[in-house]
Nanobody, 124 residues
Framework: QVQLVESGGGLVQPGGSLRLSCVAS????????IAWVRQAPGKEREGISC????????YYTDSVKGRFTISRDNDKNTVYLQMDNLEPEDTAVYYCATDLQLICYKIRHDYDYWGQGTQVTVSS
């Protein structure tokens, strides 16, 4: 069964850093594209990043480019989201997600499989 489990969220000050982890089971992160999606209170879900399989191409929405970095560890079957220079506007629940597609066609917010999410709060 496909499962995704996020962890690493917490409370950080503006300008701080945080690394989120997504442990996958039921498939290999090296074989399929995986995305990070976030949802702020009262807002719609927003796709922020996607990592393609094999070629390793990564994509980011404009609001996080230069601050967030997506990566994977195939041996640990885990995808990471390194978040630097965090802003209060980054406060949201962060999810990892996949459609079990090979590559990322575009930044999206709709996927077939989701983790339970991890809360990120950026505040003084």
């Amino acid at each position: 069964q496909v499962q995704l489990v996020e962890s690493g969220g917490g409370l950080v000050q503006p300008g701080g850093s945080l690394r989120l982890s997504c442990v996958a089971s039921g498939f290999s992160v090296d074989d399929y594209a995986i995305a990070w999606v976030r949802q702020a209170p009262g807002k719609e879900r927003e796709g922020i990043s996607c990592l393609s399989s094999r070629d390793g191409n990564s994509y980011y929405t404009d609001s996080v480019k230069g601050r967030f970095t997506i990566s994977r560890d195939n041996d640990k079957n885990t995808v990471y989201l390194q978040m630097d220079n965090l802003e209060p506007e980054d406060t949201a629940v962060y999810y990892c997600a996949t459609d079990l597609q090979l590559i990322c066609y575009k930044i999206r917010h709709d996927y077939d499989y989701w983790g339970q999410g991890t809360q990120v709060t950026v505040s003084s």
